[in-house]
Each structure stands twice: as C-alpha cells, then as structure tokens.
C-alpha cells in the first residue's frame, strides 16, 4: 500500500507553501521552492536528511519568483531538475528582478525543464493540471488516490489567486478552477 506523505514549509517575506512529498520508497520531490535564505535552506536540507529521503525532482505550480526563490538551492544541492509548464518560461525569467523589489536575491536561477502530463516518483502519479489565470503557465497537481491538490497561487483558502499580473487572466482563472 502506498502511502503519500506531505510536510509543508512557509517560506519568504510573502509566506509561500514549499512542499516535500514522498512515499514509501523515501523518493521525494519538491513543490514550490520558496525557500530564499541560508537559514530556509538549511531547514529544508535537515528535513531531507533526517527522514533520509532522496529528492528525484522539483516541480513549480507557477514562474513568479516567491514560488521559485529556491530552485538553484535544491538543483544543485539535490542533482535534480526544476520543472515548470512551459507558458511560463517567459515569467520565471523576470522572476530575479521582480525578487529585488522584496530584497529577495536570486542570483542563478537553473532554467527548467518542461513540466508533462504527469509527475512520478517512488510509487506516486501526480497528474498536471494546466490551470491558467494567475499566470499563462499555472499548473495544479493531483494526487486522485490520496485526494490531494497542490494549487499553487490558484486557490488560496477562503478565496482565489490574484489575477492581475503580467499573464494573469480572470477569465481564465475562473475556468480553470473548475478542473481542480
């Protein structure tokens, strides 16, 4: 029986869910690397070391830079790639200076590879869900089994992601919260 486990870190001045997901075959990955600071890096690299997971790949709902801050951190560290649907490839290289406006440095973002139909790891399927509106690029991952999503600026509790932004799209927002 496999059994999906979840630990959530809130990271950065904006106060964004980065999350470890793994299995029963301690393979893990990475949803949002928010993680900005020496000290938010070490929290999650002492995390991963204790519950002795292996990292296979992190994957961001979205571009913006609150949710990217720290890919170089964990590809590096880790080995591993950075996914992200491919709308927006355009918005996550305008994430390092739109970080500067909240004294958030990025200072080599690795460039991500393109997000497909599904995340897999250990034992576990994530299907993607392409889910526009709070950028072109918005995807929601969707454990079926466990009765998970991970939405990244997409649905917030109590109310929806903003859609004001450049590739934001309240039309599009509104459809998209129909597929999660």
């Known amino acids: 029986m496999n059994s999906m486990n979840i630990k959530t870190f809130i990271f950065n001045p904006i106060c964004v869910n980065t999350y470890v997901v793994w299995d029963d075959s301690n393979e893990c990955i990475f949803v949002d690397a928010g993680s900005c600071t020496d000290k938010e890096n ?39 790639n950075a996914y992200l649907h491919a709308d927006d490839f355009h918005t996550i290289k ?65 109310s929806i992601g903003r859609s004001d932004f450049e590739g934001g799209d309240l039309n599009e927002l509104m459809n998209s919260l129909h597929l999660i």
């Open 94 to 158: 305008m994430a390092s200076a739109h970080a500067e406006h909240f004294d958030v440095h990025i200072k080599n973002p690795p460039t991500p590879k393109e997000l497909g139909a599904e995340v897999k790891f250990g034992n576990t399927t994530l299907q993607v869900l392409h889910t526009p509106g709070h950028s072109k690029g918005s995807v929601s991952l969707y454990a079926k089994n466990e009765g998970v999503v991970f939405t990244g600026d997409t649905l917030f509790r109590g």
């Open 42 to 80: 070490e929290r999650l690299a002492e995390f991963i070391s204790e519950k002795k997971l292996k990292p296979v790949a992190l994957v961001n709902t979205h571009g913006h830079f609150d949710h990217t801050a720290g890919n170089e951190f964990l590809c590096v560290r880790y080995n591993i």
